[in-house]
């Protein structure tokens, strides 16, 4: 569906300049956007771009509207802008009402109005599934869960029973809510005794879960993942972690159990965050790094160690083993010299 630049620039809440009156179809990169095409630029690597797309729109700073003769949307932030046309000329695809021929629903679940349950999907017992909720194909719903309102349950994820869902969130293809947290005590003679797992899962509103992604039910009380919250691909979350409002995790993140995330965190690709810790709002921590205490926020944590040249790693790893020892040494030298100066002073 086309829009007009004029609602464009009221849904980006953007200073349009030029043809109010002209449609766009679709968005596209600065590079391949043509007439029907809106685009953005918010770095300065591709600003030398502007002056040659072909785009019937772009979103724009307004120190690089010089740089475009056309029609252009100016603000602060294309990026947000630009994300938020793109929601409006690419929405999801809305799938049909009603459920498929080759899915089994029990007779005790409940659902509202428009549902819509893909082929060989499975809702079990006392489930419950409000109105607009898509549930795809293959995808299954425990017993005596609670689906919220617009939620979509792509292919072949998974709900286990008794979990909570909100409204208007995404659960991505191959996604496991409420799978059994990894409890486990150790006998004397040194085997591994099962704790049962007896908690839920609780989501809340507009959370996004990636492809992949696992969140263990609680052991006693809930794993509870707050609203707003975004999780990419890949991410582990175990048992009784607490995740705060509007918090976002990059690809392969794992969080250890009862841990618990502030709000606004952001955590990025292959972090680990061990248990038992409290993380402050506000919260960034950095690609592969590893948290092991509490930290209070706002704050930027890193600790990983970026790769090298194979025979320099080789050398500094020969050197780690005498930390210990050059340590002694410099202490050693340090009270030495302590000892030279004060002695100096009589």
Not at 63 to 88: K, Q, S
Not at 157 to 186: L, N, T
Not at 203 to 228: E, K, S
Not at 268 to 281: E, L, N, P, R
């Amino acid at each position: 569906m086309a829009y007009t630049l004029s609602e464009l620039a009221g849904v980006a809440q953007a200073t349009l300049r030029g043809n109010a009156e002209n449609e766009i179809d679709a968005v596209a990169p600065l590079n391949k956007a043509g007439p029907r095409h809106i685009a953005y630029c918010a770095s300065p690597r591709y600003r030398g771009l502007i002056p040659t797309s072909a785009a019937g729109a772009l979103v724009l700073q307004p120190e690089d509207a010089d740089l475009f003769p056309g029609n252009a949307l100016l603000c602060p932030e294309p990026r947000v802008a630009f994300a938020r046309i793109a929601n409006l000329l690419h929405p999801p695809e809305k799938m049909p009402p009603g459920r498929h021929a080759s899915a089994a629903v029990d007779a005790t679940a409940k659902l509202a109005n428009n549902v819509s349950i893909g082929a060989h999907a499975v809702i079990e017992g006392d489930a419950i599934l409000e109105a607009d909720v898509v549930i795809g194909a293959g995808a299954i719903v425990g017993a005596r869960c609670l689906i919220g309102q617009g939620t979509r349950v792509e292919a072949r994820a998974v709900i286990m029973h008794d979990c909570i869902i909100g409204k208007r969130c995404v659960i991505s293809p191959g996604a496991v809510i409420g799978g059994e947290g990894f409890g486990y005590v150790r006998e004397q003679d040194g085997r591994w005794l099962k704790v049962p797992q007896l908690g839920r899962v609780v989501i809340g509103d507009d959370v996004d879960v990636g492809a992949n992604t696992t969140i263990d039910r609680g052991a006693l009380g809930d794993t509870v993942i707050g609203n707003g919250v975004k999780l990419d691909n890949l991410i582990q979350i175990a048992h009784n972690v607490r995740v705060g409002d509007d918090t976002a995790m990059a690809g392969c993140v794992g969080v250890a159990g009862s841990a618990v995330i502030g709000k606004r965190c952001m955590i990025a690709g292959g972090a680990g965050i061990v248990g038992h810790i409290t993380v402050g709002d506000d919260v960034e921590v950095t690609a592969m790094s590893f948290l092991k205490g509490s930290v209070e926020g706002p704050g930027r944590f890193s600790s990983s160690l970026p790769a090298t040249a194979a025979d320099v790693w080789a050398r500094n790893v020969g050197r780690f083993r005498h930390l210990d020892e050059l340590a002694r040494r410099l202490r050693r030298a340090e009270q030495t010299i302590k000892q030279l100066l004060a002695g100096g002073k009589h």
